[in-house]
């Protein structure tokens, strides 16, 4: 920290218990008190250094007609302790100017006006020369007197000193720490080579310094209190800083005095800066006054803060009952990127007085529709630009798909929490789930799972509800594996059964016609081999030879021609099974669902194994029978289980 020395005289005060002495050899003839201090000085060089002192030591000799006075000064900025550096000024004793006291002193010499018609080099001169001069222009120091100016905020706010101090940091805070690829030393500090090392006498010592890295002043501006901070960012704002530097300034500052903000609340090592444990809100009051602030600074604009950290906030107003409209701010910000929210965000309790659900559901119903106004307003995705899956079950389509993607993804796994309380309504759980928009979700597995979760939950449930349910879902973007678990789910209503049932043999009849296309452009690409070839047939032993080929076609033909009347056989079986049902549906009594369960596990195998057993015995025959492999090799049946949860 930067000084600057006054005076050359030897310190001539002493304390004895309440009392200050200046002991030069003259008896005193002047008693000041400050609070509850007493300084036994002398006239003469208080009354020629002040216009205040002058006035009151003239009034009280007049008054008291005696050579020794007494006067009383109240409401002195700095109260004792800058008074005993004001009594050396006078006495010309030597005294250090430095940042923490030069608050006091400038608005003590301004109240006791110490000014140059009182002597050259008064105390207003040398006080503001040090100010201008030495403080404003290092960032530590003015940083240190800003923290100063909160306990005599009005005076120097008067004499426009907190408003210096706020500038230079602002101005320092605005400019790139790394204009030249390496730190700029504040003032005072060590010279340094464009390599990174501290020089000393010119002289490389190989220490390096880290580069300055853009939030470098995060820290250093979180020990003010909250008034002095506010109008800090003000200005930072108003000379351009990027948003995206006060909102990571604001998140630091509000981790560090909201506890709640941070489910594990990281306490800073940091001994460059300690600050008071009374700069922090104490109480509630004071904590929410702080969060409704840290809202109004934060500008609206998305991805600025991390979503948890919203999340945190919102869950601390909360708790604190903070102001509707702060907590509706919280709530839009967080709607804006809920792409980026995971499940253990979304999962907060409910802390109504009602207390229906164990977490808030009707939050979650308001940030989602947060994040779909959002959705409509950029025009992020719609109905004509579908995503879909690849091969490999990875999601294409639109890149303006995949955040509502993630969104409709993130429900799902919500729904699937909260299905098992018991004190869930149905028509709050198909608001959330139906507030998603249908092409969303390329598949609708997840909600599936959600809806069997909440059937298993809510066993009560009619069967006009539980099919008023199932309308959520989309049976034809279920896949193979959630057909198969469905098609044996004696939870589901009867129709659901069916309908899932019928998809389910037309993703069958997809993948056999697969097969089809396949066989025939084997079977035309032979034909062209057999028409084109008009020389004498290949050499043995060169590419299999010409008798293996047409072996192989051979075989691939036969296993077509059977897969085909197999086809036949199961649409045959597969409408005599549908007939049995509708009978079953109509008949009403416990049994019917259990055997409707056998008819429709059955079905399902039995379909599966057909398909892959005619699958093995013509295309993989073909593909495989080089390798060693049997063509009529079993194929391993997909097991219920693979949805998981719903049992």
Known sequence: MTSVKLGSK???????????????????????????????????????????????????????????????????????????????FCYGMKLELTASNIINLRCAAEHLEMTEEYGEGNLITQTENFLNRVVLRDWKDSLQALQACNNLLSCADELNITKRCIDSLAMRASVDPNPFGWPIVEHGGPLQSPGGSLLWNGISTGARLKNASSDWWFEDVSVLTLPLYKRLISAMVSRGIKQDLIAGSLTFYAKRYLPGVNRRRVVSESTNHVASASLGPTSEEEQRTLLEEIDRLLPMQKCLVPTKFLFGLLRTATILQANPSCVSSLE??????????????????????SMETLYNVDLTQRLLEHFMAMEQTTGGGDESSPCSLDGQGQLIGSPSLTPITMVAKLIDGYLAEIAPDINLKLPKFQALAGAVPDYARPLDDG??????IYLKSHPWLAESEREQLCRLMDCQKLSLEACTHAAQNERLPLRVIVQVLFFEQLQLRTSIAGCFLVSDNLDGGSQQLRGGLAGPPP?????????????????????????????????????????????????????????????SRKFALGMKSQMCSAKEGSVSTHCTQGKGKDRHGKHKKSSSSEVQGTE
């Open 539 to 599: 050499v043995e032993g060169v590419g299999g030879g010409w008798a293996s080929a047409m072996k192989d076609n051979q075989v691939l033909k036969l296993g077509m021609d059977s897969m085909r009347t197999r086809v036949s056989e199961l649409e045959k079986e597969c409408s005599n099974m549908r007939l049995e049902i509708e009978k079953l549906g109509g008949t009403k009594g416990g049994g019917a669902p259990s055997v409707l369960g056998k008819i």
């Open 447 to 452: 909600l599936y799972r959600a809806i069997d």
């Open 332 to 353: 839009r910000r967080i709607g804006m990127q809920l792409d980026q929210a995971t499940l253990e965000d979304l999962l907060m309790p409910n802390l109504s007085h």
């Open 10 to 88: 030897i310190d001539a005060f002493q304390q004895k218990g309440q009392s200050w002495f200046c002991t030069t050899g003259l008896p005193s003839d002047l008693i000041v008190e400050v609070d509850e201090m007493s300084f036994h000085l002398h006239k003469f060089p208080l009354l020629s250094r002040s216009g205040v002192m002058e006035r009151m030591i003239t009034e009280a000799t007049r008054e008291l007609g005696e050579e020794k006075c007494i006067i009383n000064l109240s409401n002195l900025p700095g109260s004792t302790k800058t008074f005993e550096l004001v009594a050396k």
